[in-house]
């Protein structure tokens, strides 16, 4: 019997595409639980993790739980702010139990993977992960474009940090492996989310400046703008387009009088 080559064999292909995802865990309590979440991303075949602010790292207690997967803490990448670690994301996913107010579309996590990866074939997605206690806060997830939710039982839907990053990765693999062809992203090249925030930023400073947004009563007018703009999943172009109107909002151009 023939054995066949690594050349007809598309897997290695489809799943390179799992290198352009990263892996962020926000305020990990438990430094086991950083250890067991970097070996549930080598099963899938994930390999960069980022930790924004843990309470203890490096540990012994996360190494002993990565069993063989010590590589990955060894090259995660240490955060002060969510910010820093999402630096270059095209996309990002948050990991939710419950629908929030004003919160970008909530997906089930298959439906989320279907998606996240068609992005990853040109650029990098995130998959953010809050704290084991509360989850992410209201700030973290207006950093997110998109919220994914385990399909639990209702009745008792609490999940191990690491058991959340095990079901989602296995579901971004199952993705990659479908047997019809990923579609590429054939869109335009979507904008990062630090240059997104950049555009929030310069949106709340015009809104500001023209007397729209009243700071001693801000109401969530901000997180309402987050919410459309998320929806729209702006691109390069259009980020630079929408910031050159409110740069010209603030500073009109002279015309000359006719």
């Not at 989850?135 to 973290?140: I, P, T």
């Not at 019809?180 to 090249?189: L, M």
């Not at 050159?244 to 603030?250: A, M, N, P, R, S």
Request: with cysteine; net charge neutral; glycine share 4%.
């Amino acid at each position: 019997m023939t054995s066949t080559s690594a050349s007809n064999n598309p897997a290695p292909v489809k799943l390179s595409i799992l290198n352009n995802f990263r892996v962020v865990l926000c305020q990990t309590s438990h430094p086991g639980n950083i250890g067991s979440a970097a070996r549930a991303m080598k099963t899938m075949g994930l390999q960069h993790l980022y930790l924004v602010k843990p309470s203890s790292f490096p540990d012994a207690h996360a190494t002993a739980l990565s069993t063989g997967a010590a590589d990955l803490l060894e090259n995660a990448i240490v955060t002060e702010t969510l910010a820093e670690a999402l630096t270059g994301c095209a996309f990002a996913i948050g990991m939710s139990a419950r629908k929030r107010n004003l919160s970008p579309e909530l997906l089930n996590v298959r439906a989320a993977a279907t998606q996240a990866i068609e992005i990853a074939t040109t650029q990098p997605v995130a998959l953010v992960f809050g704290t084991e206690m509360s989850g992410l806060s209201n700030a973290e997830l207006d950093l997110c474009q998109m919220l994914a939710m385990i399909p639990a039982n209702p009745e008792y839907s609490s999940l191990n940090l690491a058991a959340a990053v095990q079901i989602m990765c296995y579901e971004l693999r199952m993705a990659a492996l479908e047997d019809t062809t990923i579609s590429p992203n054939t869109t335009a090249e979507l904008a990062t989310i630090d240059s997104v925030e950049g555009f929030y930023a310069h949106l709340e400073a015009t809104l500001l400046h023209i007397g729209y947004l009243n700071p001693a009563a801000p109401k969530k007018l901000m997180e309402r703008l987050r919410r459309i703009y998320a929806r729209v999943r702006l691109e390069k172009e259009e980020v630079n387009l929408l910031r050159g109107i409110l740069t010209l909002t603030v500073t009109p151009r002279k015309h000359d009088k006719y």
